[in-house]
């Protein structure tokens, strides 16, 4: 047997959908409007569609060389069930959910094939706790992209997430959108903490770009983004801007990033052209709360580790762990460098932007791992730790930026935040540096 689903609402009357009634409560929460059973071997669409509140869902797949949902305005969770290994392709779908005191199901649910996610929104959803979220993929899994989607006004308890990967057969995690459509990830009012995720997985190949996550409150085990990886990985944030994310005195992890990576295997993390900024840790219950924390364990195994800040603005950030921004505890060596970034106004309890921890010897990470950075935090900017033995370093003053104050001073005045210009007039020579375009 095989089915060939084709459903379309084509529009006679300009602008409508056909609507559908998903199954009442009496007929029970597992139903679903359209089954794909798993004799299937058809490319089905879907599309044009206005589902109302309902107790079952729309799409339930076992089989289906691909399905394509596209422009439908879909309410309520446990809308899609994916368990096949076809292409799952949504575009310009809308999935709200009953807002933050009604739990949910997820409105995606993966065990199986490809996933991608187009110029889609994710609204007023509640999330209970593991295998919970917006988008769950699970089971054997293999890819899933999400492009310039929005994900707003949504609750995720403890353990869930907008965007859940819970299996490393998913071995690729793609969030991406353009210079002129970000993908969105924004938060709740304060009166809501969250104490689930933005992101969370375990991926071994990460790539988020020109992704905005913002104005947020976690607490507990909460924060924008949680990476829990024992492969080999490769994660690279690039054109990604963190904004007023902050966590209450409950939190226990950094509230923009989150990372445990395999030392064994090796990782490398690399962020490009990124902003952080008025991000808060207020948790006290780890010292290494900021707001990127960057951990692995102790090998002896020879495997490649990097970690890399490109031209970044990590700025007005602060922490009561160790420092204020970045704290990177790697207990083996690993290759570190900030290379054309720019440190303003953090604030840590020992040091105001970064900390570190690791094996590499003193030739191996020092001041020429930074010196091509810049910082106008108060001193001291940088601590590295070797085996109880700190070394303290600290950065130039960021040319991009000029001090101006009648302050009565000794000394030569340079425009840095110590030694400001006495005029305005004086710094309009100084105001030459140029950022490379997005």
Same mark, same amino acid.
């Given at each position: 047997?095989?089915?060939?689903i084709?459903?379309?609402?084509?529009?006679?009357?300009?602008?409508?959908?056909?609507?559908?009634s998903?199954?009442?409560e009496?007929?029970?929460?597992a139903q679903?409007i359209?089954?794909?059973?798993?004799t299937?071997?058809?490319?089905?669409?879907?599309q044009?569609i206005?589902?109302?509140?309902q107790?079952?869902g729309l799409i339930r797949?076992?089989?289906?060389?691909?399905?394509l949902l596209?422009?439908s305005?879909?309410t309520?969770?446990?809308?899609?069930?994916?368990n096949t290994d076809?292409q799952?392709?949504?575009q310009?779908?809308e999935?709200i959910g009953?807002?933050?005191?009604?739990?949910?199901?997820p409105?995606i649910?993966?065990t199986?094939?490809?996933?991608?996610?187009?110029n889609?929104?994710?609204?007023k959803?509640?999330f209970?706790?593991?295998l919970d979220?917006?988008i769950?993929?699970?089971?054997?899994?293999?890819?899933c992209?999400?492009?310039r989607?929005e994900f707003t006004?949504n609750?995720?308890?403890?353990?869930?997430?907008a965007v859940?990967?819970?299996t490393? *057969?998913?071995?690729?995690?793609?969030?991406?959108?353009? /210079?002129?459509?970000?993908? #969105?990830f =924004?938060?709740?009012d304060?009166? %809501?903490?969250i104490?689930g995720?933005?992101?969370k997985t375990?991926?071994?190949?990460i790539?988020?770009?020109?992704?905005d996550?913002?104005?947020?409150?976690?607490?507990?085990s909460?924060?924008?983004i949680i990476?829990?990886e024992q492969q080999?990985?490769e994660?690279?944030?690039?054109w990604c801007?963190?904004?007023?994310l902050?966590?209450?005195s409950g939190?226990?992890?950094?509230?923009?990033?989150?990372a445990y990576?395999?030392?064994?295997n090796?990782f490398?993390?690399?962020?490009e052209y990124c902003?952080?900024?008025?991000?808060r840790?207020?948790?006290?219950?780890?010292?290494s709360?900021?707001a990127? *924390?960057i951990?692995?364990?102790?090998?002896?195994r020879? /495997?490649?580790?990097q970690? #890399?800040f =490109?031209?970044?603005i990590i700025t %007005?950030?602060r922490?009561n762990?160790y420092?204020?921004?970045?704290?990177?505890?790697?207990l083996?060596?690993c290759?570190i460098n900030f290379i054309d970034?720019?440190f303003?106004e953090?604030?840590?309890?020992?040091v105001?932007?970064?900390?570190?921890?690791s094996?590499?010897?003193?030739?191996e990470?020092?001041?020429?791992?930074?010196?091509t950075?810049?910082?106008?935090s108060?001193q001291?900017h940088?601590?590295?730790?070797?085996?109880?033995?700190e070394?303290?370093?600290?950065l130039?003053h960021f040319p991009?930026?000029?001090?101006?104050?009648?302050?009565t001073?000794i000394?030569?005045r340079?425009?840095s935040r110590?030694n400001p210009?006495?005029?305005?007039?004086?710094s309009?020579?100084?105001?030459?540096?140029t950022?490379k375009?997005?």
């Open positions: 047997m095989f089915l060939n084709h459903q379309q609402g084509q529009n006679t009357t300009s602008g409508k959908r056909i609507k559908i998903g199954p009442q009496t007929d029970g929460k679903f359209i089954i794909v059973d798993s299937s071997t058809s490319d089905i669409t879907i044009n206005e589902m109302g509140e107790h079952g797949a076992d089989g289906g060389k691909s399905i596209q422009d305005l879909l309520g969770g446990g809308t899609i069930i994916h076809g799952l392709d949504i310009s779908d999935f009953y807002g933050i005191n009604v739990p949910i199901d409105f649910f993966a199986k094939g490809t996933i991608s996610i187009y889609s929104l994710f609204k959803g509640s209970k706790g593991n979220g917006c769950v993929c699970c089971g054997i899994v293999t890819q992209t999400i492009d989607c006004e609750k995720f308890n403890s353990g869930s997430a859940s990967v819970t490393p *057969t998913c071995t690729q995690l793609i969030i991406k959108g353009t /210079s002129s459509q970000r993908s #969105k =924004s938060g709740l304060s009166k %809501n903490p104490s995720h933005f992101i375990v991926s071994s190949k790539s988020i770009s020109y992704t996550f913002t104005d947020s409150i976690f607490t507990g909460g924060n924008a990476i829990n080999a990985s994660i690279n944030l690039i801007d963190f904004t007023k902050s966590t209450n939190g226990q992890l950094s509230s923009c990033i989150h990576l395999s030392s064994e090796g490398q993390f690399n962020a902003i952080f900024s008025d991000c840790y207020s948790g006290l219950s780890q010292v709360g900021n990127i *924390t951990q692995s364990q102790s090998s002896d020879s /495997s490649v580790r970690v #890399k =490109s031209e970044c %007005n950030n922490g762990g420092c204020g921004a970045v704290l990177i505890d790697s083996t060596k290759t970034s720019f303003n953090n604030s840590g309890t020992e105001n932007d970064i900390w570190i921890r094996t590499n010897s003193q030739s990470l020092n001041i020429s791992n930074f010196n950075s810049f910082s106008d108060q001291p940088i601590i590295t730790m070797n085996d109880q033995q070394s303290i370093y600290n130039t991009g930026v000029i001090f101006v104050s009648n302050k001073m000394g030569t340079d425009g110590d210009y006495l005029l305005i007039f004086d309009f020579p100084k105001l030459n540096y950022s375009p997005v």
